[in-house]
């Protein structure tokens, strides 16, 4: 079976990664040292940011971040469904209410005319979710969060080393969020997070609440949680952000050549607003013939999943939240499919996926 994701690692990262990990190993310093030190500031550098704080994974990168931004019980957030369910989990556990958003039917990112539907006198923040690492149109964005007094942070979990227009994605709102979960385009050994900003208020508060609010040893001044980026990981992924920008390029030229040979086909792809740059994180299309298509590709030798088969606000633990049918959002969760993409996919194996979708649309199964 050709997988969806190998995380594998050439040779050379591989023993440049062991190589740090022992010297963190040997200095018995393994929280809040020099090496998560030194990977925040090359973090922050490679983002376009003047401070990156470095915890435990996205989630609480989120959480952390509008707890810093001082929104909770009760007020309003609005973002959307089409994303994993954690985005949601990370408001309702500051308290805060998630208002869901319908997205484009084009770029599958949050679709702004909704965005302003929804905005009340109780709304505090929007969390604009750069989908399969696609950018959100942040000038839009931007400019109603401005209009609406609105603070805006990122979800750029997905997103390592996207652009838009010429800046990087985790640049622009009030906090950018980031998770290096094992399979991300920037992938730890293991669970963690950063969080990036601007703000200098923002940047030392996060440090005091990711450590428990802690404002001196044992005394807690804020209500924090445990929540720091650990040493080895910190180490880990100090090494793998040299690599980012090639690995992101060869992701490219791959999501590329799986849309210029299936350009005849009856499917969709993610569209990509004008000067951005995707991360390719996943390589996801639409088509309404999804679950028999992912049949005959499993038959085939050829292993799909899919981002994400149900819509955040029709699960049970997120019910109560339901304020409106998002039509773009239901129909898109029925007709995407996620096809292999990774560093060590053979330009072979690549082929025969490519070969075995034009088989399926061109025999009609």
Not at 34 to 41: A, D, R, T
Request: with cysteine; charged share 30%; aromatic share 10%.
């Amino acid at each position: 079976m050709i997988p969806l994701i190998d995380i594998a690692l050439d040779k050379r990262q591989e023993t440049e990664i062991k190589r740090k990990v022992i010297k963190v190993i040997d200095s018995k310093n393994y929280i809040l040292g020099e090496s998560v030190k030194k990977f925040e500031q090359e973090f922050a550098k490679f983002i376009g940011v003047k401070y990156a704080i470095g915890v435990g994974n996205g989630t609480d990168a989120l959480r952390l971040s509008l707890r810093a931004l001082g929104i909770g019980n009760g007020d309003k957030v609005l973002t959307v469904a089409l994303t994993s369910p954690f985005t949601a989990i990370a408001i309702i556990e500051e308290g805060a209410v998630p208002i869901f958003c319908d997205v484009d039917e084009k770029t599958w990112t949050i679709d702004l005319a909704d965005v302003e539907k929804k905005v009340d006198k109780n709304t505090k923040a929007i969390i604009p979710v750069h989908l399969f690492g696609n950018p959100c149109d942040m000038d839009a964005i931007l400019k109603i969060a401005k209009d609406y007094n609105l603070r805006v942070i990122e979800d750029a979990c997905q997103a390592h080393g996207a652009k838009f227009r010429g800046k990087m994605i985790g640049s622009f709102g009030d906090a950018g969020t980031f998770s290096f979960y094992p399979t991300k385009n920037l992938g730890a050994f293991g669970d963690a997070g950063i969080i990036t900003t601007n703000d200098l208020k923002v940047a030392e508060m996060i440090k005091i609440l990711r450590h428990g609010g802690q404002t001196k040893r044992f005394w807690h001044e804020y209500q924090g949680i445990n929540s720091r980026l650990d040493e080895i990981q910190a180490a880990v992924l100090s090494v793998r952000l040299k690599y980012l920008e090639k690995e992101n390029e060869k992701r490219e030229k791959l999501a590329k050549k799986y849309r210029n040979a299936s350009s005849d086909l009856p499917i969709k792809f993610q569209e990509t607003l004008h000067e951005a740059r995707s991360a390719n994180h996943l390589f996801v299309f639409r088509t309404n013939r999804r679950d028999k298509l992912r049949k005959f590709l499993t038959k085939n030798g050829v292993t799909t999943d899919v981002y994400y088969p149900y819509p955040v606000h029709l699960q049970p633990a997120f019910r109560e939240y339901v304020q409106s049918h998002l039509k773009n959002t239901e129909l898109l969760t029925k007709e995407l499919l996620a096809l292999p993409l990774y560093l060590n996919l053979k330009l072979k194996d690549q082929k025969i996926i490519i070969e075995k979708i034009k088989l399926f649309f061109s025999k009609k199964y």
